[in-house]
């Protein structure tokens, strides 16, 4: 693949004909990264653990060699950081204007239960936000994609659809993590309206809000950038908001030495003014 993009320098470089530019390229790569990852999910796989005791597969690594490769071709001005390549300081990674976040597995518990809810990752980072973001979906073939003032659409059976998040129901419904769940998030579900429960797993939760199919996907436990920062374009791009708790601000990237996210609240109908029936004051 051979680079499209023209250099950029400037935040004002970044306009929607450039994202929109970005968007087919990216998602090619995400689906040769999904590609990478069936291959190892139809075969009798092995399960190593990282550092941080989290799983990791030859599918996680093969994503991410695949995805580097590409976006080095398509934009190689613009550095990456990936959950399989971490390692670089924040006084590096202060500098950078804008960046690419990727998640190659997200969802490695789910790979290797093989349920099918795991996704590819991938985010442009501009100005602490997420401007460009992809999901693809490697079990289903199904992809999201998303950039700011072009949409955020549904690839599905071949078909691309623009999505909306909608206006919440008498009788909401709560998508919550399906790997993840803690105290915390008991605590907050308590001082919820009466709802429904949806389990899924990955970033599959954002993509139900954008979709219009859930109204609020709460997240207690911890979570890093790369695993947010795609689904959170889609998400907000679809007419949610992404917000940080307990002091309800944006969710922003890159702002900080760690890349660990804070607990967080994706708010489909930002006028159901959830902040309230949820008494957090």
């Known amino acids: 693949m051979t680079a499209i993009?023209?250099?950029?320098?400037?935040?004002?470089?970044?306009?929607?004909?450039?994202?929109?530019?970005l968007l087919d390229p990216v998602l090619a790569i995400a689906i040769a990264a999904g590609q990478e990852i069936l291959d190892v999910y139809q075969s009798d796989f092995a399960v190593s653990t990282k550092d941080d005791a989290s799983p990791l597969t030859q599918a996680d690594l093969r994503a991410h060699r695949a995805i580097i490769a590409g976006l080095a071709a398509l934009t190689p001005e613009i550095p990456c950081l990936s959950e399989e390549d971490a390692d670089i300081g924040y006084e590096t990674r202060?500098?950078?204007?804008?960046?690419?976040?990727?998640d190659p597995l997200d969802g490695t518990k789910e790979f290797i239960k093989r349920n099918g809810d795991f996704t590819v990752n991938i985010a442009l980072i501009d100005g602490h936000e997420p401007v460009l973001g992809v999901v693809h979906v490697p079990v289903t073939g199904t992809s999201y994609v998303a950039a700011r003032e072009v949409g955020a659409f549904v690839i599905r059976d071949g078909r691309r659809r623009a999505i909306r998040t909608r206006a919440t129901p008498v009788r909401p419904s709560l998508v919550v993590t399906q790997s993840h769940r803690d105290a915390a998030l008991d605590a907050f579900l308590a001082h919820a309206p009466e709802h429904d429960q949806i389990s899924r797993g990955s970033s599959l939760k954002f993509c139900m809000v954008a979709e219009g199919l859930a109204d609020l996907y709460p997240r207690t436990g911890p979570t890093s950038e790369w695993d947010t920062a795609a689904a959170q374009c889609l998400a907000e791009v679809a007419g949610a908001i992404v917000l940080r708790l307990p002091d309800w601000q944006p969710l922003r990237y890159n702002t900080k030495?760690?890349?660990?996210?804070?607990?967080?609240?994706?708010?489909?109908d930002p006028a159901y003014g959830w902040r309230e029936r949820l008494k957090a004051g």
């Open 5 to 21: 993009i023209p250099t950029l320098t400037h935040r004002s470089d970044m306009t929607a004909h450039t994202l929109a530019d």
């Open 94 to 102: 202060r500098g950078w204007p804008r960046y690419w976040l990727i």
């Open 257 to 268: 030495d760690s890349l660990l996210n804070p607990g967080f609240v994706v708010i489909g």
